[in-house]
């Protein structure tokens, strides 16, 4: 047998044969349309590309240490256009990390930042170190990983929940369950979340958000504040888009990074909940011109991120850079980074943090049609994929009811958050507005957006209306007050942050109820569980897709900080032990979750109601007569009325806000004798009888209720006991 037969038998097909050696290290040209670094049966396949660059290093690294014990140059022949590729015989994926050098010319006024010396991190990379200790950056540099991909997902199918059947709670991972009182054997981590799933069943939602889960080094610009060590705790500043944050793991991963967050994903899968990530693709943690080199400013500056003429980083992001999205190499990383987590991970969705950036072109300005996110709407791999664009940025962009693609992406409704926010509170000149976004904001994205009819371009993939399912409402997320301090503090109280409280949003539409802050005052208290009530009563009772702070449903505080992105403590940190304190608030919000998934009306467009009733319709106190509310309008309602054909009869809901510091006369809507109008909540008062799943306990109103002030009631039509089930089946 020849020697090349005997390679060929002991290597695998001839491709992987080695054709020549390198630093000791048999090698061949690799497989360059593979981005990253990949093992192979006889080796590993290693691709990056550099436009400007003129040399190219692969360097190899025993486990956690800083000095290579080899560097391999790329050959000229191992390039291929701008793409370097290379295969290495005799590695053993569990005994190295690697990282690379690229050579070209340093001209910072041209956005030409070459250093020969920095140590790279691939873009590409799907693991890196020296990151799995929270709190420590053990290492000088960051080098990556081979991972092995070997996971067992099962038969589950992909889930494709619609975005009108969802409730989302956003989460972060480490603060959902690093306080003591969580109960958990892994505080912190992954796996601690995967522990409180039972929780998250019992509480009825069926979507978690998670904030950052890619890898970000919380250790970079960490401070002290009053003795109190600063960190990034939120994770809004990237490293790596493709790996996972190994720091949320209770175990060491060597190799198989990636495992704790899918055995996470896979048992909320088992359970009926989708998995939604928070991701940041409109900046990068190397920051500004004094910001560190450690990938993307030293393969291609000038590509990867938005430049002035002299070679400065446009800020919109406000973070110090921007990533350049629409230009084709950056467009095509984020859409092989998202394929990659929809693949592998099995994610049910994205949330696009700052998502206008992703729409603007190579000097900053707003495209008609961005590339990106039509190529993210039309990508078949992502077709069931839920895109969800945070619809501004800190450059002045501001595209609710208006983000590009519309109808196949959703949007964060700001304006429904500032509307209610205001409203609830007692604002009664957003009356008018309030009532039009609990409605469906349908001045913002017109009506439904399930039809099938083509209205557009790509064959009514993208089409010209949004519709329904493209509103996200909420009125807390992580970034500003929870509920509880919503209705706690008039101003934010962010001393705590270190810049004398200048940081953080002004702009709250938030009310203390009377006291600031934490007060044992029983008739304040009792004021704010009540706008809590009111505000869970109306999120959940709106159309489009309700979304709330985790933590919410049991007054979780934050003690007036509304930007606590460094604070990992117990002002960020979930206190369970309120719980237990606050158990009617959970129950209350445990019953409006489940109240929404039994009301179709309420979510989608049903056929119309036999009782005649319109779909949606706007009231005032009179709605008897028909009337809307007048401009300035202390009460307001919102009818949803339809048919729902599982259940053989009309689905009713008929929902009141009295904003008003005064008790006010309602009418309910004329069913024509087609049926009656029960009292299914109310939110006035304390303890129990805010709301009721059984007929027979519920009162049956003779077309007329007193609302006591700032309350909220929900009504529900229907002819008698018989045939009625307030539980989703």
């Known amino acids: 047998m020849s020697s090349d037969r005997r390679k060929e038998k002991e290597n695998g097909p001839s491709f992987f044969v080695p054709m020549g050696k390198i630093a000791g290290y048999p090698v061949r040209p690799g497989l360059f349309q593979l981005n990253g670094a990949l093992a192979l049966p006889s080796g590993v396949n290693f691709t990056v590309h550099t436009h400007e660059g003129t040399g190219c290093e692969l360097l190899l690294f025993h486990r956690e240490e800083e000095e290579p014990f080899a560097v391999l140059p790329f050959p000229e022949e191992y390039r291929v256009g701008d793409v370097y590729s290379m295969i290495v015989f005799g590695?053993?994926?569990?005994?190295?990390?690697?990282?690379?050098?690229?050579?070209?010319?340093?001209?910072?006024?041209?956005?030409?930042?070459?250093?020969?010396?920095?140590?790279?991190?691939?873009?590409?990379?799907?693991?890196?170190?020296?990151?799995?200790?929270?709190?420590?950056?053990?290492?000088?540099?960051?080098?990556?990983?081979?991972?092995?991909?070997?996971?067992?997902?099962?038969?589950?199918?992909?889930?494709?929940?619609?975005?009108?059947?969802?409730?989302?709670?956003?989460?972060?991972?480490?603060?959902?369950?690093?306080?003591?009182?969580?109960?958990?054997?892994?505080?912190?981590?992954?796996?601690?979340?995967?522990?409180?799933?039972?929780?998250?069943?019992?509480?009825?939602?069926?979507?978690?958000?998670?904030?950052?889960?890619?890898?970000?080094?919380?250790?970079?610009?960490?401070?002290?504040?009053?003795?109190?060590?600063?960190?990034?705790?939120?994770?809004?500043?990237?490293?790596?888009?493709?790996?996972?944050?190994?720091?949320?793991?209770?175990?060491?991963?060597?190799?198989?990074?990636?495992?704790?967050?899918?055995?996470?994903?896979?048992?909320?899968?088992?359970?009926?909940?989708?998995?939604?990530?928070?991701?940041?693709?409109?900046?990068?943690?190397?920051?500004?011109?004094?910001?560190?080199?450690?990938?993307?400013?030293?393969?291609?500056?000038?590509?990867?991120?938005?430049?002035?003429?002299?070679?400065?980083?446009?800020?919109?992001?406000?973070?110090?850079?921007?990533?350049?999205?629409?230009?084709?190499?950056?467009?095509?990383?984020?859409?092989?980074?998202?394929?990659?987590?929809?693949?592998?991970?099995?994610?049910?969705?994205?949330?696009?943090?700052?998502?206008?950036?992703?729409?603007?072109?190579?000097?900053?300005?707003?495209?008609?049609?961005?590339?990106?996110?039509?190529?993210?709407?039309?990508?078949?791999?992502?077709?069931?994929?839920?895109?969800?664009?945070?619809?501004?940025?800190?450059g002045g962009v501001y595209q609710v009811g208006s983000f590009p693609a519309a109808g196949r992406w959703a949007e964060w409704n700001g304006k429904y958050r500032d509307a209610l926010r205001s409203y609830l509170k007692g604002d009664l000149w957003e009356s008018g507005n309030a009532a039009l976004r609990i409605a469906g904001s349908y001045d913002l994205y017109g009506t439904d957006g399930d039809e099938e009819e083509e209205n557009g371009e790509n064959g009514g993939r993208i089409r010209n209306y949004a519709g329904y399912n493209s509103c996200v409402n909420f009125l807390t997320c992580h970034d500003g007050f929870?509920?509880?301090?919503?209705?706690?503090?008039?101003?934010?109280?962010?001393?705590?942050?270190?810049?004398?409280?200048?940081?953080?949003?002004?702009?709250?539409?938030?009310?203390?109820?009377?006291?600031?802050?934490?007060?044992?005052?029983?008739?304040?208290?009792?004021?704010?569980?009540?706008?809590?009530?009111?505000?869970?009563?109306?999120?959940?009772?709106?159309?489009?897709?309700?979304?709330?702070?985790a933590g919410d449903e049991f007054g979780n505080t934050q003690y007036g900080n509304n930007n606590g992105y460094c604070q990992d403590n117990e002002i960020s940190w979930l206190d369970w032990g309120l719980l237990e304190k606050n158990r009617e608030l959970f129950d209350f919000f445990r019953f409006m979750i489940r109240f929404r998934l039994a009301h179709p009306a309420i979510r989608k467009e049903l056929p119309g109601a036999v009782c005649g009733l319109e779909p949606v319709r706007i009231y005032g106190a009179?709605?008897?007569?028909?009337?809307?509310?007048?401009?300035?309008?202390?009460?307001?309602?919102?009818?949803?009325?339809g048919y729902d054909s599982k259940k053989g009869h009309d689905d009713l809901v008929y929902l009141v806000v009295n904003a008003y510091w005064e008790d006010v006369r309602i009418t309910l809507p004329d069913l024509k004798k087609a049926g009656e109008w029960y009292v299914t909540v109310n939110t006035f008062g304390d303890g129990e009888g805010h709301y009721s799943y059984e007929r027979e306990k519920q009162v049956r109103i003779d077309g007329e209720f007193i609302m006591r002030p700032r309350s909220v009631a929900v009504f529900t039509g229907g002819y008698g006991q018989s045939g009625w089930n307030l539980l989703p089946s």
């Open 91 to 394: 590695l053993d994926i569990e005994e190295f990390e690697y990282a690379y050098r690229v050579d070209g010319p340093w001209e910072p006024e041209k956005g030409l930042r070459f250093d020969k010396n920095a140590i790279l991190l691939d873009p590409y990379a799907r693991a890196v170190t020296g990151q799995s200790i929270w709190g420590r950056h053990q290492e000088k540099h960051y080098h990556a990983r081979v991972v092995k991909d070997a996971f067992d997902w099962g038969s589950m199918p992909q889930s494709r929940k619609q975005m009108s059947d969802l409730v989302i709670y956003e989460l972060h991972v480490r603060g959902f369950t690093r306080h003591a009182s969580s109960g958990v054997s892994h505080p912190g981590t992954f796996a601690g979340l995967k522990e409180k799933i039972p929780y998250l069943k019992e509480l009825g939602i069926n979507a978690v958000e998670l904030m950052p889960v890619f890898e970000f080094d919380e250790t970079m610009n960490s401070r002290e504040v009053d003795g109190r060590k600063l960190l990034d705790y939120w994770g809004y500043n990237t490293v790596s888009f493709f790996s996972p944050n190994t720091s949320y793991t209770a175990a060491n991963e060597y190799n198989r990074e990636g495992t704790e967050l899918k055995e996470l994903i896979r048992a909320l899968h088992e359970n009926g909940i989708e998995v939604i990530l928070d991701v940041v693709f409109n900046h990068t943690a190397e920051g500004n011109e004094q910001g560190p080199t450690f990938c993307f400013k030293g393969f291609d500056n000038r590509i990867y991120y938005m430049l002035t003429p002299d070679g400065w980083y446009y800020n919109f992001s406000g973070c110090g850079n921007t990533l350049n999205c629409n230009h084709p190499i950056v467009r095509e990383m984020i859409l092989d980074c998202l394929r990659y987590w929809t693949v592998h991970y099995r994610v049910d969705g994205f949330r696009f943090d700052l998502a206008s950036i992703l729409g603007r072109n190579e000097d900053g300005s707003p495209m008609n049609r961005p590339p990106l996110l039509e190529s993210l709407a039309c990508d078949p791999l992502l077709d069931h994929v839920k895109l969800i664009a945070e619809a501004w940025d800190a």
């Open 482 to 549: 929870t509920l509880y301090d919503l209705y706690s503090y008039n101003g934010k109280h962010n001393e705590a942050n270190g810049w004398n409280n200048t940081d953080g949003a002004d702009d709250n539409r938030s009310w203390n109820c009377g006291a600031e802050g934490e007060t044992d005052d029983k008739e304040v208290l009792s004021l704010r569980f009540r706008l809590i009530r009111n505000a869970c009563a109306v999120l959940l009772c709106s159309r489009g897709t309700p979304m709330f702070l």
């Open 622 to 641: 009179d709605a008897a007569a028909g009337k809307t509310p007048s401009s300035n309008a202390g009460t307001i309602g919102i009818c949803f009325a």
